[in-house]
């Protein structure tokens, strides 16, 4: 049992390079999330998925895109990256049970240049 | 907008002492999350609390919200380096979304 696993762990790009940072989790959760934590901020939400088929906008999704491809999988893409989304990026699934736990990935850690 | 004030913004104590962190909030918490995230990993969560004026206890960590659940407090006693990392509030708001503070980073020196 992997849990919420994030693809890759570090990452550099140039400015204007778009990539897809990878989100799977293994524990048949409904709801999954994608955060930015930055130094000072605590993490924000950028995107959620409240089930499959259906994503949303958090706090900060401006030059974002999510995609919810299945039930275990949620990637979260950067169509042209700029230095200001250089940040470490979190996945996280809920369990939808009565503490309404949020299970997180180890983050990808993205430097734009 | 809700915001989530957390403080002190870093802390660094000798082992075997005692400290408190706070967690405020603007608005009333509608079920108040306490997460502990240690160097290069993501979070994980330790308790959450709903009633007003509710104390719970893990191990060492005394959880307290505030009876107008506005605020929160987190005391551990007899820190050890173990306990070193970026504690986190948070708020579920009873829809799909978590609003988190900006954080207590503790560190404990052996």
């Known amino acids: 049992n992997a849990g919420v696993t994030q693809t890759p762990k570090f990452q550099v790009l140039k400015t204007g390079q778009s990539m897809t940072l990878q989100c799977a989790q293994d524990m048949n959760h409904n709801s999954m999330y994608w955060y930015r934590q930055d130094p000072g901020m605590g993490l924000r939400l950028i995107y959620y998925?409240?089930?499959?088929?259906?994503?949303d906008k958090g706090e900060v999704p401006n030059g974002y895109n999510v995609s919810r491809l299945n039930k275990r999988e949620f990637s979260l893409r950067l169509e042209s990256a700029a230095p200001s989304q250089t940040s470490v990026y979190f996945c996280?699934?809920?369990?939808?049970?009565?503490?309404?736990?949020?299970?997180f990935g180890p983050g990808t850690r993205l430097t734009v240049l | 907008t809700q915001l989530l004030e957390q403080s002190p913004q870093f802390l660094s104590i000798q082992e075997g002492e005692n400290l408190t962190v706070y967690c405020n909030s603007s608005?009333?918490?509608?079920?108040l999350q306490w997460y502990r995230q240690e160097p290069g990993e993501g979070p994980v969560l330790l308790v959450t609390v709903v009633t007003g004026g509710e104390v719970k206890k893990l191990k060492r960590l005394t959880f307290q919200f505030g009876d107008a659940r506005k605020d929160s407090s987190l005391h551990i006693t007899a820190a050890q380096p173990g306990d070193t990392g970026l504690y986190l509030c948070a708020d579920h708001s009873g829809t799909y979304k978590y609003i988190f503070g900006t954080g207590t980073r503790l560190k404990v020196l052996a």
């Open positions: 998925s409240a089930s499959e088929g259906t994503t």
């Open positions: 996280a699934s809920v369990s939808g049970r009565a503490r309404n736990e949020q299970f």
């Open positions: 608005s009333v918490f509608s079920s």
